[in-house]
């Protein structure tokens, strides 16, 4: 699959699960920032450095995502390896 079809099926899942996504300038001088995820005010926010290749979006919100039970939602099989393959997959530090 082309990785703009990707990371589309990958926002879409993240609007539907409630997850907001924000493409961010992520360079800072005083410290280190990197893409992830955290909670603000309730609600799982993806921040996504808006510099990265859309591979690394995509692995970015495939490691969000896969946190979900989407059992009960259809993905593209590809997507759905993708997101499988991110859970059985330690995220890197």
Avoid at 69 to 76: A, W
Wanted: glycine letters at 4%.
């Amino acid at each position: 699959m082309v990785e703009a079809t990707v990371l589309q099926q990958l926002e879409k899942l993240a609007d539907q699960l409630g997850v907001k996504v924000l493409y961010e300038n992520l360079d800072q001088q005083e410290f280190i920032v990197k893409s992830g995820t955290c909670m603000l005010r309730g609600q799982l926010v993806a921040i996504i450095d808006h510099r990265l290749a859309p591979g690394d979006r995509i692995q970015v919100l495939a490691d969000c995502l896969s946190r979900f039970d989407l059992s009960t939602i259809y993905l593209v099989p590809a997507v759905r390896e993708l997101i499988e393959t991110r859970r059985a997959t330690p995220p890197a530090v």
